[in-house]
DNA sequence: TTCATATAATTAACCAGTTAGTTAGATTAT
DNA sequence: ATAATCTAACTAACTGGTTAATTATATGAA
């Protein structure tokens, strides 16, 4: 065992990193068939899909092939393995809400407003994405060995600096009056908490209610109240 | 095959049922060996820990059996299948919250006050066993066909009464002029999360800050913010 | 008191189905 | 041709669940 070639190429994103003289032309994609951009995001939607429903244990490979309308092996020539795979998940769902929160938490805003657009870039990021908190529920609380590794990683790369650039807002805000004084390792915290628990708990809320909780009409609804519950809670 | 006896006995507590003639004494249990309700009672608490860590498809019987000292095959005598051993988990931890909340719910303090005690008990509950909210997180999200099934009868049988004395403080707290209006399909999920993440996300903190999350001391802080940050957003 | 019997509690060993991951080859654009 | 892209079929390992046997306790008839 273990003699095999096939291994995984990790750096799949290049496009036309002219590497050894081989490529020449304006021609941007060499030995294509198919179109592999589009497998390699076809394989990640899925995944998506597949971890948020099942969790990272009760995921299964066949199936996310499967939903992505491709051979199971082709998994493990774009991702080592289905750990890789979830890592994959991890960072695309990360950089997603990052790219779309730090611009407003590095703008020159003053702290209240600041704070109003956050929530409000926040919750409509996820209001987009509502499978997205499923999908990392299920792994941000195992400590244990491997998981922990994984968050770790994911924690540093993206939550720190958001927890940073949020501390900064609410020392300033604080500071100038504007603001209860709240520790942000309670505030943050349980920001996300509202933000992400509603559409976590979604699914079971549409068997108690009858109204649809994620309907148009009640996400705008329900964007106002965070916004509003939160600023209650925090302005003076 | 299919001879067997053994068929899983789901009625397990009753101790002194007196059924048909045949017993007729006082006396209370037959035929035992060892200590039985230990032995539920170790598979059970086993269970907790491995479905918290692992999520209900990541858990292996093999490991709980390990964890409380018994043979694999004993789980399966006293219950059904890994999907009952989960379910009765599930009933251990919301029966365990209700206790704790419903009386305070159906005591005779007024709005504020109760409001206050419900989050406090709420809080208390978590805080005392916070691999809790781990074990439901993994599982209420997931709509699909059976999970749905299953956390559908645990949300009738507990969160249905919850929300709906819950619901009622809010109402009169609004009419008394007391609470701020709000919709409680808005605010009771609010509240979970706020209590609830703190304590899912407490390993990923960890490593992120240098604070203990759940120390001691740390936990009264959390416990004041909570009801501070709560009182601030729905008390006039 | 004692011994046969029923029954509850427990276990070692096993099995069948599942699943992550592999391999050896096919296909296609250049 | 050749490297990139893709696939059907396979396998090694794992895991939920079963079985048949075993041990301890209580009961009650002789």
Redo the contacts between chains.
């Keep these: 065992m273990k003699v095999s070639a096939t291994a995984h190429r990790p750096d799949r994103s290049r496009r036309s990193a002219g590497r050894g003289g081989a490529s020449r032309s304006g021609t941007h994609r060499l030995g294509t068939r198919g179109r592999p951009e589009e497998s390699r995001a076809a394989i990640l939607k899925a995944a998506v899909a597949e971890f948020?429903?099942?969790?990272?244990?009760?995921a299964r490979t066949d199936a996310i092939a499967r939903a992505a309308h491709v051979n199971k092996a082709l998994l493990y020539y774009y991702f080592k393995d289905k750990d890789a795979l979830y890592e994959a998940v991890l960072d695309h769902v990360f950089s997603g809400l990052r790219a779309r929160v730090m611009p407003v938490l590095e703008s020159k805003l003053p702290p209240r407003r600041k704070m109003l657009e956050y929530l409000g870039a926040y919750f409509d990021y996820i209001a987009a994405n509502p499978r997205f908190?499923?999908v990392v529920?299920?792994e941000?609380?195992?400590?244990?060995a491997n998981g922990?590794a994984r968050?770790?990683r994911v924690?540093?790369k993206y939550?720190?600096p958001i927890?940073g650039k949020l501390a900064q807002v609410l020392r300033e805000g604080i500071e100038a009056g504007e603001f209860?004084p709240?520790?942000p390792?309670?505030?943050v915290?349980?920001v996300?908490?509202?933000?992400?628990?509603?559409f976590?708990?979604?699914?079971?809320?549409?068997?108690?209610?009858k109204?649809e909780?994620l309907s148009e009409k009640r996400i705008r609804?329900?964007r106002a109240?965070?916004l509003d519950?939160?600023s209650?809670?925090?302005f003076r």
Excluded: C
């Excluded at 948020?52 to 009760?58: P, S």
């Design positions: 948020a429903e099942h969790g990272i244990a009760g908190p499923r529920q299920g941000w609380m195992r400590s244990g922990s968050m770790q924690a540093r939550f720190r927890f209860r709240v520790n390792m309670d505030f915290p349980s996300v908490g509202v933000i992400i628990f509603y976590s708990a979604a699914p079971l809320m549409k068997t108690l209610m109204l909780p609804e329900r109240f965070v519950f939160i209650a809670a925090l």
